[in-house]
T-cell receptor
Framework: AQSVAQPEDQVNVAEGNPLTVKCTYS??????LFWYVQYPNRGLQFLLK??????LVKGSYGFEAEFNKSQTSFHLKKPSALVSDSALYFC?????????????FGQGTELSVKP | EAQVTQNPRYLITVTGKKLTVTCSQN?????MSWYRQDPGLGLRQIYY???????DKGDVPEGYKVSRKEKRNFPLILESPSPNQTSLYFC????????????FGPGTRLTVL
């Protein structure tokens, strides 16, 4: 079965420190990979995506993500965390030949950045 | 402003009382989808639509119906809601499938008593 795993329910980081939110996937072929962020009482907002090419992709709000094909991972990173980055983060994949356009989501990781 | 809107944002209802959650997008997107979000499960797709009059089941379609009579609207219908449909619902749209990112509505929190 195709799946996405975010192994940490919660990540705690001090402001100014680097952050990493982990994501691994089990999907046949080469999927498209996405990160979304959800702030309280809001819908999901797109952060960044990997389609092909450079393994390091840059997105909104200073976030970046590193694609690792051999480890089937797509970890989200930021060099210096802000308190305003505190939110729920979702990794999602779309198999290349998925007919329904469905995104397969991880269960989410709650990021807490403390001053 | 480009956006996906949903109504209502909050709804408390009782078992068996038919309800409709509306979804509308102003981006001329062909693809629309409904998800439900439950703690520890992430988002799961209920139904999707590739274009007008083209809809199909997602992973958890039981108990739901949809229609796509116009490109901009994609309502979610619960003919006879049950307590296990208590959840947070999101509508999303995108230019197409593939590598296009999806734009999400603000969510509808539904409680079925």
């Amino acid at each position: 079965a195709q799946s996405v795993a975010q192994p940490e329910d919660q990540v705690n980081v001090a402001e100014g420190n680097p952050l990493t939110v982990k994501c691994t996937y089990s999907v046949s072929g080469n999927p498209y990979l996405f990160w979304y962020v959800q702030y309280p009482n809001r819908g999901l907002q797109f952060l960044l995506k990997y389609i092909t090419g450079d393994n390091l992709v840059k997105g909104s709000y200073g976030f970046e993500a590193e694609f690792n094909k051999s480890q089937t991972s797509f970890h989200l990173k930021k060099p210096s965390a802000l308190v305003s980055d505190s939110a729920l983060y979702f990794c999602a994949v779309r198999p290349l030949y998925n007919q329904g356009g469905k995104l397969i989501f991880g269960q989410g990781t709650e990021l807490s950045v403390k001053p | 402003e480009a956006q996906v809107t949903q109504n209502p944002r909050y709804l408390i209802t009782v078992t068996g009382k038919k309800l409709t959650v509306t979804c509308s997008q102003n981006m001329n997107h062909e693809y629309m989808s409904w998800y439900r979000q439950d703690p520890g499960l992430g988002l799961r797709q209920i139904y999707y639509s590739m274009n007008v009059e083209v809809t199909d089941k997602g992973d958890v379609p039981e108990g739901y119906k949809v229609s796509r009579k116009e490109k901009r609207n994609f309502p979610l219908i619960l003919e006879s809601p049950s307590p296990n449909q208590t959840s947070l619902y999101f509508c999303a749209s995108s230019l197409g499938i593939g590598y296009n990112e999806q734009f999400f509505g603000p969510g509808t929190r539904l409680t079925v008593l």
